[in-house]
């Protein structure tokens, strides 16, 4: 059975720190993708990244990373040099399979607060 | 380009009423998803329609029903309102019908007493 979990239900921290993100999956499929999307206090979800299980290379997109390591079944997500509109919860997702199409199975969420 | 508009955007119900919420994906796109979120449950998948055909269905109860247009519009029913219905109802669009970046729009929210 999928599942992802984000053990960090809220995180503050003071502007400019660094921040990172956890999240672990569980899945049966060699073939699923992973997904972090933010979302605003105006509700709607905004796409970050989609990683296949097939490449594991990390990312860097201006002040967001991502790590993936299939070996720990993680797919953490840190911000650099934080900033107060980055406050938000933060949700990881998991889709199976290659027709698994737009079926996301959501983890709870992270909340964060950046205070100024 | 317009993103993805869902109406209303609030609405409030009693129970043992029926709801319908309206979502217009994206121009292009063909896939439509439909997702409740709630404090307790969190975000959880309904029902994903591509070509006006149901391709994936969440665990939910027969109440929850949806349907897709020729046009990719998608609407979603609820019947016999019950108060756990109370939720965020987010609607996302893709362009293809594989996997990719999901756009969601604000959601309606429903509130049911």
């Known amino acids: 059975a999928q599942k992802v979990t984000q053990a960090q239900t809220e995180i503050s921290v003071v502007e400019k720190e660094d921040v990172t993100l956890d999240c672990v999956y569980e899945?049966?499929?060699?073939?699923?993708?992973l997904f972090w999307y933010k979302q605003p206090p105006s509700g709607e979800l905004v796409f970050l990244i989609r990683?296949?299980?097939?490449?594991?290379q990390n990312e860097i997109s201006g002040r967001y990373s991502w790590n993936f390591q299939k070996s720990t079944s993680s797919f953490n997500f840190t911000i650099t040099a934080s900033q107060v509109v980055d406050s938000a919860v933060y949700f990881c997702?998991?889709?199976?399979?290659?027709?698994?199409?737009?079926?996301?199975?959501f983890g709870t969420g992270t909340r964060l607060t950046v205070i100024p | 380009k317009a993103g993805v508009t869902q109406t209303p955007r609030y609405l409030i119900k009693t129970r043992g009423q029926q709801v319908t919420l309206s979502c217009s994906p994206i121009?292009?796109?063909?896939?439509v998803s439909w997702y409740q979120q709630t404090p307790g449950q969190g975000l959880q998948f309904l029902f994903e329609y591509f070509s006006e055909t149901q391709r994936n269905k969440g665990n939910f109860p027969g109440r929850f029903s949806g349907r897709q247009f020729s046009n990719s519009r998608s609407e979603m029913n609820v019947s016999t309102l019950e108060l756990g219905d109370s939720a965020l109802y987010l609607c996302?669009?893709?362009?293809?019908?594989?996997?990719?970046?999901?756009?969601f729009g604000e959601g309606s929210r429903l509130t049911v007493l």
């Open positions: 997702a998991l889709s199976e399979g290659e027709t698994g199409a737009n079926n996301l199975f």
């Open positions: 899945t049966r499929d060699t073939t699923y993708y």
């Open positions: 990683r296949n299980s097939f490449d594991e």
């Open positions: 121009s292009g796109h063909r896939s």
């Open positions: 996302a669009s893709i362009q293809g019908g594989g996997t990719g970046e999901l756009f």
